[in-house]
């Protein structure tokens, strides 16, 4: 693996505007190319060219001297999830068994997958509730590789994509939540449903299909038919901005009325995780999601947001792997992420 497996991409590393409760913001587009099968309909020898043929474009835009492009041979199952864990490909496109691409560029803010559900899907991610960088990020991909490629587009329906939910723009935005405040205090659900309500889809950190863990939560534009890309922004930002006020409310209720309970439950997190042998990763993200917690709350002092985020990825079994630099048994792993863990904790 030639990135760099102990660091993080920038819009992990940094704690962006609103970085309290908006770990990151994502602008992804589907595009496909004219007269090609869609990837599920495809031919070998059609993905082949599919992937020889976005390859040419990276390299003539110029993009691929700014990152990595990885084989389809560093894409295979515990290789691939090192780029799911990190949220630079999907788990759809690991599983796929068509011929298929990545690039990653070196700050890991853009990414490009080829041969997923769409022959290709290009997003750009930015700290905190960022729609302007990852906006422009990704467009000037889009506008780069529209000139090189001749897309898939119709009069009547925008971009021609896979899934019906994504013509038009072919364009989905999300946010990356913490909301550890209004999961204590129970009003998760009615904010949920509020988003529900204007037409967006609340997922797990992994996307589609993935469980919540850490009270963390991405929320993404549900349609992109008969909307504009700055009119997805829009309703996203403005969600996003009343679901922030509504955590930080919900955390001045706690400090004021449930302090000592609070610190409680985040001394007692940061000390298994500063004490433990063993800890799988679903009980370390819960304990590093709460540590993050108390960080911001100002309850803990010599850790930063930034550092315990960059853990949330860090500790999760193909990166953790990558860090260590061999192949190891779930038991094995489970033993050496709370070494790893302790080693940046312990202060």
């Known amino acids: 693996m ?8 920038a819009w992990l590393s940094d704690t962006g505007p609103e970085g309290d409760v908006v770990i990151s913001t994502r602008v992804r587009f589907a595009r496909n190319i004219e007269d090609v099968p869609f990837p599920g309909r495809m031919k070998t020898t059609e993905a082949e060219l599919v992937l020889d043929t976005v390859h040419w474009a990276l390299e003539e835009t110029g993009y691929l001297k700014e990152g990595k492009f990885f084989e389809q041979g560093m894409l295979e199952q515990d290789d691939g999830l090192y780029f799911v864990e990190r949220h630079l490909a999907s788990p759809d496109f690991i599983a796929s068994r068509n ?8 700050d890991e803010r853009l990414s490009v997958m080829i041969n997923e559900e769409d022959h290709l899907r290009f997003q750009a991610l930015a700290a905190g509730l960022d729609f302007a ?8 991909l889009d506008e780069r590789l529209e000139s090189q490629l001749e897309y898939a587009f119709s009069q009547d329906f925008g971009f021609l994509t896979a899934c019906p939910t994504n013509l038009g723009t072919g364009m989905r ?50 349609r992109t038919l008969g909307q504009s890309e700055a009119e997805i922004i829009e309703v996203l930002t403005s969600v996003s901005r009343q679901i922030i006020d509504y955590e930080r409310k919900a955390r001045e209720y706690l400090m ?12 007692r997190s940061l000390g298994i995780l500063r004490g433990a042998r063993i800890i799988s990763s679903d009980e370390a993200t819960n304990l590093l999601a709460t540590v993050r917690f108390g960080v911001i709350l100002g309850i803990i002092n010599e850790l930063k947001v930034s550092e315990v985020s960059q853990l949330l990825v860090l500790i999760r079994p193909a990166n953790l792997q990558v860090i260590i630099g061999e192949k190891l048994t779930p038991a ?12 940046k904790l312990v202060r």
Request: charge should be positive; proline fraction near 3%; glycine fraction near 8%.
């Open 2 to 9: 030639s990135l760099v497996p102990e660091k993080v991409g």
């Open 99 to 106: 011929p298929r691409g990545l690039f990653v560029s070196t």
């Open 133 to 140: 960088t990852a906006f422009k990020l990704a467009a000037d």
């Open 173 to 222: 935005a999300s946010v990356f939540l913490h909301l550890p405040a209004l999961v204590l205090t129970r009003e998760i659900e009615k904010v949920l449903r509020g988003a529900y309500a204007v037409g967006l889809l609340v997922r797990g950190i992994y996307g589609e299909g993935s469980e919540t863990r850490g009270n963390l939560f991405q929320i993404s534009n549900q």
């Open 256 to 267: 004021h009325n449930l302090r000592v309970e609070i610190e409680d439950k985040v001394f």
């Open 332 to 343: 094995e792993r489970d033993e050496r992420r709370a070494t790893f863990i302790r080693q």
